[in-house]
C-alpha cells in the first residue's frame, strides 16, 4: 500500500533555514509571487504548511502576517475594506507541484493553514483567471470582494476574497 504524504504545521523558526529555503523555491516555482518580500514574508508569517511524502515536499500554503504597506495598497486597488481586526491574517503561497495536482492535496493545505487562524477573518489574493483557486478558496468559505487589479506580474489581475471571522 502506497503511503500518504503528511502535513506538518509550524512557526517559521520551528523549521530549519534549509526547509524554509526549499518553501521559498517552491513559492518561487509557481510563478506568481514577486520574489521582493518573500523571504522576509515567510519568516514572518503566522505558519508554513509543508506537505511531504518520503522527505521530498510536494506543497506548500501559508497564514502570513500582511504588512499594513501591502494592505493598503490591496484596498485601495479593490475598493474594498480590509481592516486589520477584521482579517488579521492572509491565506497565501499555496503551490503543490505538477504530479502532486488534482488529488485534494490543494484542500489538505488549505485547511491546515486556516486551522491556524482561530476565530479571525482572513483574506486572500489569487489570479482573476486561476479558476481552480477561485473555487477552493469559496468552498473554504472566502467571498470575492472589490473589483479585479493588475498585479505586479506583466498582464496578471488579482482578485481579493475574504474569509469573515467567528463572532465572538
Not at 482572513?122 to 498585479?151: I, P
Amino acid at each position: 500500500m502506497p503511503s500518504q504524504p503528511t502535513i506538518v504545521v509550524g512557526r517559521p523558526e520551528a523549521f530549519s533555514k534549509e526547509d524554509r529555503r526549499k518553501f521559498i523555491e517552491l513559492v518561487i516555482a509557481g510563478g506568481e509571487v514577486v520574489n521582493a518580500v518573500l523571504d522576509a514574508n515567510v519568516n514572518e508569517a503566522r505558519c508554513l504548511v509543508f506537505l511531504s511524502l518520503r522527505d521530498q515536499f510536494l506543497g506548500v500554503a501559508a497564514l502570513k502576517n500582511p504588512r499594513s504597506t501591502y494592505r493598503a495598497r490591496i484596498q485601495r486597488n479593490t475598493g474594498a475594506e480590509l481592516g486589520m481586526h477584521d482579517f488579521p491574517y492572509e491565506l497565501g503561497y499555496v503551490y503543490l507541484i505538477p504530479s502532486a495536482r488534482e488529488k485534494g492535496y490543494s484542500r489538505r493545505l488549505t485547511e491546515a493553514a486556516l486551522s491556524e487562524c482561530g476565530h479571525h477573518g482572513v483574506f486572500a489574493t489569487c489570479r482573476a483567471d486561476n479558476e481552480r483557486m477561485r473555487a477552493s478558496l469559496r468552498r473554504h468559505g472566502f467571498l470575492e470582494a472589490g473589483q479585479a487589479y493588475r498585479g505586479r506580474i506583466q498582464g496578471q489581475f488579482l482578485r481579493l476574497f475574504l474569509r469573515p471571522g467567528a463572532q465572538t
